[in-house]
């Protein structure tokens, strides 16, 4: 079944460490994102790339990194100098490039990622 | 600038109790509008989407519809199982591309 695949789906982080939330795709999507969720706030964009090895940043990218070497995966590093990265982190993609979409996001099942 | 506004916050029907869920959005030239059902701990899963002022569409006991300024999630005789967080979205304009989203309706069905 095509989809898109995130894991872990429970991380922690310990004080100074890096993290890697994996997000893989066997849609043959152009487009992927990342967003964060917290409780009571809509989705926020942290970054987004419209194909292999581009990516741009969205609202929130600070204290996070991304890489797209292939077309399937786009993996979300959450650096020590995010200093508030508890939240729900969910992964999607589209089949267009964004500037001229009109379609809907495909989301992962997402990953939560807490602080020890 | 581009927004999102979806009320109430949460939202408890009884069971069979009909209501509308809104979502008012400001954006230049609207690229498609976009709802989605999240059940806790788990990713957005597709409802609707809906393009132009007028349209609407239907499955099973949702209806969406869409006007110039706003958009309704019609839920007509609710069961427990429709218990989620319904989200609304929209393309953003001016050339930053991303998909704009409302901060939820909690919708509580009890028997």
């Known amino acids: 079944d095509g989809g898109i695949t995130q894991s872990p789906k429970y991380l922690f982080r310990k004080e100074g460490q890096n993290v890697t939330l994996s997000c893989e795709q066997n849609?043959?999507?152009?487009?992927m994102y990342w967003y964060r969720q917290d409780p009571g706030q809509g989705l926020r964009l942290i970054y987004y790339?419209?194909?292999?090895?581009?990516?741009q940043k969205g609202d929130i990218a600070e204290g996070y990194s991304v890489s797209r070497e292939k077309k399937e995966s786009f993996p979300l590093t959450v650096t020590s100098a995010q200093k508030n990265p508890t939240a729900f982190y969910l992964c999607a993609s589209t089949s267009r490039r964004v500037s001229t979409t009109n379609e809907k996001l495909f989301f992962g099942s997402g990953t939560q990622l807490s602080v020890l | 600038e581009d927004q999102v506004t979806q009320s109430p916050e949460a939202l408890r029907l009884q069971e069979g109790e009909s209501s509308s869920l809104n979502c008012s959005y400001t954006?230049?030239?609207?690229?498609?509008l976009f709802w989605y059902r999240q059940d806790p701990g788990k990713g957005p899963e597709f409802l609707f989407t809906?393009?132009?002022a007028g349209e609407e569409k239907e499955k099973e006991r949702l209806k969406a519809t869409l006007t110039k300024k706003e958009s309704f999630l019609h839920i007509t005789a609710p069961k427990p199982e429709d218990s989620a967080t319904y989200l609304c979205?929209?393309?953003?304009?001016?050339?930053?591309?991303?998909?704009?989203f409302g901060a939820g309706t909690r919708l509580a069905v009890h028997p």
């Open positions: 809906l393009y132009s």
């Open positions: 954006v230049s030239g609207l690229r498609g």
């Open positions: 849609l043959n999507h152009d487009a």
């Open positions: 790339s419209q194909i292999v090895n581009d990516f």
């Open positions: 979205a929209v393309w953003g304009s001016g050339g930053y591309n991303k998909l704009i």
